[in-house]
């Protein structure tokens, strides 16, 4: 694979791209900061947004307002209750800070008494909470993968594969991590009463084998948690469906319950997957691997769009999404299908504006309440379900630098 970052958008779609940036930036930068200070739907992902404006196009430049939002964030780690988790706790806002130093954007200057108070959590047993990305272990592996080299954070990562390996279970011709009932929302406990495996890159397994073999990459507790990411891989991989071109794994596996091919996504379905997949080979340098989940991804690439389940232009679930996806495979394989799948993933983003509605012309289809019967069409300033998030993907196609946000999807393929 390789890792040099090329602009992916030309010409008028690039312009477009940026010109729809530019609104963007100024519709948030005008906005009351009322949405919190976390990472995936508040000040920490909106301060993200604003670094990568300014770092990209200095031209710009929206006079420090980075730097006041991530302060501002920091502040609530002292001031509010918050969740410790990555996407919606003080954990998300201080991978953030992190983030942000290395783009020369300071707040906090010490976050060691964040790193006790994690390290106190992950050492816990036995691990009663969730383990994924969006609200569990993995995502405080992705911070204390930030904070390394420090001692604690080592400590803390060597918790986390302690938790991991006491939580998994043997499954098929591998391991896999169990989703308990109580775990999971009403709806869905409905039709799984036992519980299952996630195969979703927010909430299961795949983002377990990609901390995994980001750990052992890091040198921490390398034996293990590269004996647990490859009997991971080989559970996914053997759940994989046949002759289902385009939609290869389901959303979950359950005794009993018949496997069904999922959407297009980054949450679930097959480009999140895979992306998770394509990280634990770089990581683990696994040329078979890479191989496998590059042909399965471009599978999907030509999934027509019809059947990919997209409605609106979100992070999560939407086009930019999955055109941040493809262009992240395209960045690391040269291969001309993810070039072109996510050319057309941005193009649909950007016809989805309209000017006057909602958020600089994006609305986005969800729920206030997590419940299918308030589903809508409403204005959303979010990271990863709104337009901070669309921002964030069209800028990363429209300029040649890597972007360093994307982590927090576990979508940054290690060099």
Not at 144 to 160: D, G, V
């Amino acid at each position: 694979m390789k890792n040099n970052w090329t602009t992916l958008l030309e010409g008028s779609l690039r312009e477009q791209a940026l010109g729809a940036v530019n609104d963007i930036a100024q519709v948030l930068q005008d906005s009351q900061p009322l949405d919190g200070p976390t990472l995936s739907g508040g000040l920490a992902g909106r301060a993200l947004f604003f670094a990568e404006v300014e770092r990209g196009q200095p031209q710009l430049a929206h006079g420090g307002h980075a730097e006041r939002l991530i302060h501002q964030a920091a502040l609530a780690i002292e001031e509010q209750p918050l969740l410790p988790w990555l996407h919606a706790g003080f954990a998300g806002i201080a991978w953030s800070i992190e983030r942000l130093n290395t783009l020369g954007v300071h707040s906090l200057e010490d976050m060691d008494e964040i790193d006790e108070v994690l390290l106190g959590i992950t050492s816990r047993q036995p691990w009663g909470g969730e383990y994924d990305l969006i609200r569990g272990l993995v995502g405080l592996g992705v911070y204390a993968l930030e904070r390394l080299p420090r001692p604690m954070a080592t400590q803390c990562l060597e918790a986390i594969v302690q938790r991991l390996e006491e939580r998994s279970t043997r499954a098929g011709p591998g391991l896999s991590w169990w989703t308990p009932p109580h775990h999971l929302p009403a709806h869905q406990r409905a039709l799984y009463a036992e519980g299952y495996f996630n195969l979703g890159a927010a909430h299961g397994v795949p983002s377990v084998v990609a901390l995994l073999a980001l750990i052992a990459r890091a040198g921490v507790a390398e034996k293990k948690a590269r004996e647990l990411a490859t009997g991971g891989v080989r559970w996914m991989l053997a759940n994989v469906l046949p002759n289902s071109p385009g939609a290869r794994f389901p959303s979950c596996v359950a005794p009993g319950v018949e496997l069904k091919p999922c959407r297009s996504a980054w949450c679930y379905g097959d480009p999140g997957v895979v992306l998770c997949l394509a990280v634990t080979a770089q990581a683990l340098g696994d040329k078979d691997l890479e191989k496998a989940a590059l042909d399965i991804a471009r599978e999907a690439a030509v999934r027509p769009v019809e059947l990919a389940g997209v409605r609106d232009a979100g992070i999560c679930h939407g086009s930019a999404g999955l055109g941040h996806i493809y262009n992240r495979l395209y960045q690391v394989s040269g291969d001309a299908t993810f070039k072109d799948a996510a050319t057309g993933w941005f193009t649909r983003t950007l016809q989805m504006r309209r000017p006057g509605e909602g958020v600089a012309g994006f609305l986005f289809w969800s729920s206030p309440t997590g419940q299918d019967k308030d589903l809508g069409w409403f204005a959303d300033k979010s990271l990863l379900n709104g337009v901070t998030g669309t921002g964030l993907a069209l800028l990363a196609a429209a300029q040649p630098l890597s972007p360093t946000w994307d982590g927090m999807l576990m979508a940054s393929i290690p060099a």
